[in-house]
């Protein structure tokens, strides 16, 4: 657990010391779970945004992309079921004042649980061995058993307080459960209440009347209100989908793990609409795809898992998550649901205008249903970073920090070193950037010896260093660096825009 929190300390702190991501407002003290991305953060932010827009739009043809508004016409939130039900249940501890979500509380202690069942497997492993049989042990074994009761009853409990909105049942269960305030060690809770997430502003002066609007807290909803528009000027023909990547909004009541869980953060989203009945299909296709994705960036399987849902949104008739294992565990990155028929069909009700498609090879109308992708681009930023940042252990006894960023997605491809700020190996070396700068994001650097600067570029994952020497003068070639190995290779420097292409892998899915 120490490890762990100083893994997620060195996360934050390598942030920000090399640009990409600073605190909001830090001159003012910050304002709670908002961060601004700086000069390299931005950069890989756009680049994973792009690496999954071209994974949707560009590698299939039935998807296509939109930009909708963050403001949108209030009803579309009473519709979708926000108004009356974006809700988490929170509770404060009357000791230490701190705020915590019950459902977040409660789901704590059965990971708790669930690692006292992990720990007991692993002793087990240890002493059997190979003719170790996990199956049989966790079905035999009395205090996996005991343990795995907990719970279940727990659990039983926990989802039915949930189905029926029985906030004092989750209180009584986080007394039953004794289950103590981390910061003041009481059990002094208050009543659980419910707290809406959204965001509300209002729109127009107040003069002439206002209206209350609502920041978007999803961006899906600007893709179901645009569903006809898309589908007629695109003449779209299910099974088709939306895309879309934009800002979202929600009050978290406990937002504390850095830009895990902001107030202000990034969806990527993809409405996928299919004939009414295929909809389970398509959910196993798009979970499997999704997978594909993730696992094209290089980070091992093991890191992911799926965590199918027992508990469905009122909308849904499948849904799952992907988890990445975080440096604080394994956590949603990404959530695919089966939101059936229910977006649309809502908005038809509230709206008016019918919002069906006409199947010219059943000869019929219907409303389609929809599989729903929807990943945090910050989170995604956040899984991405914290894999990649490595201390390691040199030769000499020296410790290097690398991110070990995929190539397609570090800020910069390629940095241009001249070995020395003299001899016109600065004049060559800008040449070189010149050359090379309409294909690949650079950077140049003449300051401090060549060995500091390869590990500043270390540090910030730019996966090869282009060192301009004096030989290069004569023989036209450079020295190149690869960040992960640290080999050296000569290239002429009439090849490296191919090397650079060919080693800074384009997308693949498949
Ligand atoms: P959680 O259970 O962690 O609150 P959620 O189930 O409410 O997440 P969804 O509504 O399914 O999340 O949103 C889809 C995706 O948007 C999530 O998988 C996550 O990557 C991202 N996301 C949601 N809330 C936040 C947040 N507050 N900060 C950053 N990313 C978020």
Request: aromatic share 12%.
């Amino acid at each position: 657990m120490a490890n762990q929190e100083e893994a997620f300390k060195k996360v934050v702190s390598h942030a920000k010391e090399y640009g990409y991501i600073f605190p909001s407002s830090e001159i003012y003290d910050g304002l709670a779970a908002v961060y601004d991305y700086g000069q390299l953060g931005v950069e890989l932010k756009n680049n994973i945004k792009q690496y999954w827009w071209k994974s949707m739009v560009q590698y299939h043809e039935n998807i296509v992309g939109i930009d909708s508004a963050i403001f949108m016409h209030p009803s579309i939130w009473k519709a979708s079921g926000h108004v009356d039900a974006f809700n988490d249940p929170l509770i404060d501890n009357k000791d230490s004042k701190k705020r915590y979500r019950a459902d977040v509380l409660i789901e704590d202690h059965i990971a708790k649980i669930e690692d006292k069942i992990k720990k007991e497997v692993e002793k087990a492993q240890k002493r059997f061995g190979d003719a170790f049989n996990r199956e049989q042990f966790v079905s035999t074994n009395p205090r996996v058993l005991e343990h795995q009761a907990k719970i279940d009853e727990i659990t039983r409990r926990y989802s039915e307080c949930m189905n029926a909105n029985d906030l004092a049942g989750l209180r009584q269960l986080i007394i039953d459960l004794e289950i103590a305030c981390p910061i003041s060690g009481t059990r002094n809770w208050t009543e659980v209440r419910q707290f809406n997430l959204m965001f509300a502003t209002k729109m127009g002066s107040v003069s002439e009347g206002s209206d209350t609007i609502y920041l978007r807290p999803e961006t899906a909803q600007g893709i179901f209100v645009n569903f006809l528009n898309v589908q007629k000027s695109g003449r779209m023909k299910v099974p088709f989908g939306i895309a879309q990547i934009g800002k979202a909004f929600r009050n978290e009541i406990v937002a504390r793990q850095f830009i895990f869980r902001m107030r202000e953060f990034e969806q990527m989203e993809m409405q996928f609409f299919v004939r009414p009945g295929e909809e389970l299909k398509w959910f196993e296709y798009w979970k499997a795809e999704r997978l594909k994705w993730h696992l094209s960036m290089g980070i091992p399987a093991e890191k992911y898992r799926y965590h199918d849902h027992e508990k469905l949104a009122h909308y849904a008739n499948a849904a799952t998550d992907i988890e990445f294992e975080f440096p604080f565990g394994f956590k949603e990155l990404e959530g695919i649901h089966s939101r059936t028929d229910f977006d649309l069909t809502r908005h038809s009700e509230f709206s008016g205008k019918k919002l069906q498609y006409f199947d010219s090879e059943l000869n019929e109308n219907y409303t389609p249903y929809v599989i729903e992708t929807s990943i945090g681009v910050d989170r995604t930023f956040l899984a991405v970073f914290s894999h990649a940042l490595k201390e390691e252990t040199l030769e000499d006894g020296s410790v290097r920090s690398v991110l070990g960023l995929p190539a397609v997605l570090a800020p910069y491809k390629a940095a241009v070193l001249p070995l020395v700020k003299k001899d016109g190996l600065p004049e060559k070396a800008r040449e070189i950037f010149d050359m090379l700068k309409f294909d690949f994001m650079l950077q140049y650097d003449e300051k401090d010896a060549i060995g500091r600067r390869y590990r500043r570029q270390d540090a910030i994952g730019t996966p090869y260093c282009i060192t301009v020497d004096n030989d290069t003068l004569s023989d036209n070639s450079v020295t190149v660096r690869e960040r992960d190995t640290m080999s050296q290779e000569r290239i002429p420097i009439e090849n490296l825009k191919t090397y650079l292409h060919q080693h800074i892998q384009p997308i693949s899915v498949q």
